[in-house]
């Protein structure tokens, strides 16, 4: 099945919002591509409808409200790897870009060969990012599943169920000691006995819960609580999350 790419665009300048679109259609069409783009007119409307996973994030910095380098500290908040391309007036402005692990940036106007080469890159990095996949076994079919696709995973009897990022669940097979073996490579800790979560949608952390993206907190047992955190410690000095305070202090 051909992978659709899922593209944000936040401009609150229809002009450059709509060129941005044209030229993603053009790059389509030569690369026999499916790409799905959404516009989006100011930060917070793109913040607060975060639910699914973006592939490809185009972000003006000069945006009225919140600007577009503060909106890229929020959204590494909530998606540490979503590839992101500022789109500017100024180059200067972009520069800091490396802060928010952005890939590249545009300058207005944009060139079509400019932006094809910086497609071909997002491409890449995109590429780079889905070939993180974990094969998960269910009753009657197995589902080849992207770790970013995996909020959190519980243990329940001799099941595990696959708690995902767009709300829906798997209900699978499997040892989760087995499981955490196989993905302590990938961003993935163990709060406690029953639960293994996707450390880059951590939001909020204290004495007794974890909280993540969607609202759920999971506890934190005493036993795990010191390992829990030395390994989130690790995750964030090597990815980042934006923020110098990603999640709080815990207490």
């Known amino acids: 099945m051909r992978?659709?790419?899922?593209v944000a665009i936040v401009e609150d300048e229809a002009v450059w919002s709509d060129a941005l679109q044209r030229m993603l259609r053009t790059f389509e069409r030569e690369n026999g591509l499916t790409i799905e783009s959404t516009v989006y007119t100011s930060i917070e409307t793109f913040l607060a409808t975060y639910k699914e996973r973006y592939d490809l994030v185009f972000m003006d910095i000069e945006l009225p409200?919140?600007?577009g380098m503060d909106g890229a500290r929020k959204?590494?908040?909530i998606d540490t790897t979503v590839t992101l391309i500022f789109v500017t007036n100024l180059a200067q402005f972009a520069v800091q870009g490396y802060e928010v692990s952005a890939l590249d940036y545009l300058v207005k106007p944009v060139n079509y060969n400019n932006f094809s080469v910086k497609m071909l890159s997002a491409l890449e990095a995109i590429?780079?990012?889905d070939s993180k996949r974990v094969a998960v076994f269910g009753k009657t079919e197995v589902h080849s599943m992207s770790i970013h696709e995996i909020l959190y995973v519980?243990?329940?009897g001799h099941h595990l169920l696959f708690h995902k990022t767009d709300g829906s669940s798997v209900d699978a097979c499997g040892s989760l000691s087995t499981l955490e073996e196989e993905l302590k490579d990938m961003g993935f800790s163990?709060?406690?006995v029953c639960y293994l979560l996707n450390m880059k949608y951590i939001t909020k952390i204290?004495?007794?819960n974890v909280t993540l993206a969607d609202g759920t907190e999971l506890q934190i047992s005493r036993r795990r609580r010191k390992e829990f955190m030395d390994e989130f410690a690790v995750y964030i000095g090597k990815y980042g999350r934006g923020s110098s305070t990603p999640c709080g202090s815990p207490s």
């Open 3 to 6: 992978k659709i790419y899922r």
């Open 65 to 67: 409200g919140m600007n």
């Open 75 to 77: 959204l590494r908040e």
């Open 127 to 129: 590429g780079k990012a």
């Open 154 to 156: 519980e243990v329940y």
């Open 190 to 192: 163990r709060c406690n």
């Open 206 to 208: 204290n004495a007794q």
